[in-house]
């Protein structure tokens, strides 16, 4: 069973300044093939017209729409929508284009004109949403010959197929190993012992749990060797180790080391999570020919709907939809 995001979740997410979800490898923001695609839809922009990002975080593709606007010397107007808190000032913005963000607001209740939008995009957005409800109310939206496009996450895509392998690697090394909720009682027996010196069993617990870490590392050190998909193993080890080591030659206190662990625990607990909302929203066979009947039956043609490739890897499906 896979929990879901809420929107409180989404705000800390954004107010903690991540630009995307896919902060390592888009931290400029969308580019190659995702950028590619999105600007070919923004050739059909006049100025005047209304753009709507549906589900739209901290506005990675308003950002694209501005930048093309503004190369292309177009006035237009548009607006984000999200269900988290998000705040517009850190989103890209023109002298003559002001994006406006309509934060906490479900897009199946958007709130916007009947008929007033000629565009609806979203990025990684619609898969989350009640496609149903979500749909309906971009239909109502969209101007006459107006558009629906939007990428979303599939079952058959690398970065779900990469997120399922590092849940299994979060599960191994935290539920399995246990290695870093070790690497803490390891550290509190060695506190308790430094404040009263105690008895020889504190030292034998201490070097026995000591033995279990150092043959458990030597495991995952394996691995990382062994496994190229061992992103979220490397990038562990790496942390833990940060705890074993000094800072510029002083001596970490004990206490700074045990919430080093306890950062560590609580940054891979929300890994997780995201990792599993990530899971539960991607889109299965059943669901994308769900979602095409449901354009089609508020009013939308389906011109395209297909896979879309990132550096030759499937990163899920691009879909256009024309009132
Ligand atoms: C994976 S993020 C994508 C954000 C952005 N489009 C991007 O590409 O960086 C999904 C976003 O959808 C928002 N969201 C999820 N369900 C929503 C809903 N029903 N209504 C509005 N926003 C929603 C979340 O708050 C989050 O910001």
Redesign the pocket.
Known sequence: MNSRLD?KH?TEY?KSGNK??FNSQFNDGYDGEIKSFWKSIFYDLKTGDSIA??????G??INLVIEFASENSLDINICG????DISVDRIKRLPNILPRIIAN????HSGLADSSIDLII????IE???IDL?IKEASRICKAKGKMVFIAHTEESKIIKEASTNIEQIDYCTKRLKIAANVRRMLLVLEDKAKADLSGASRKKADKLRTKINRDLVGLNTIITSNKQSTFVKYFVNQLMGVFESDNGKVIPMIEKLKMVDSLLQEIDDYRLRLSDLLGAALSKEMQSKLKQVLTSNGFRVDVFESIYYQTNNIGIKVVASK
């Open positions: 929107s989404w954004w995307t979800t990002d549906f589900c739209c975080g901290s990675a593709l929508i999200d269900y988290a607001t479900s897009v199946e979203s990025q990684y957005g989350y949403t009640d979500a």
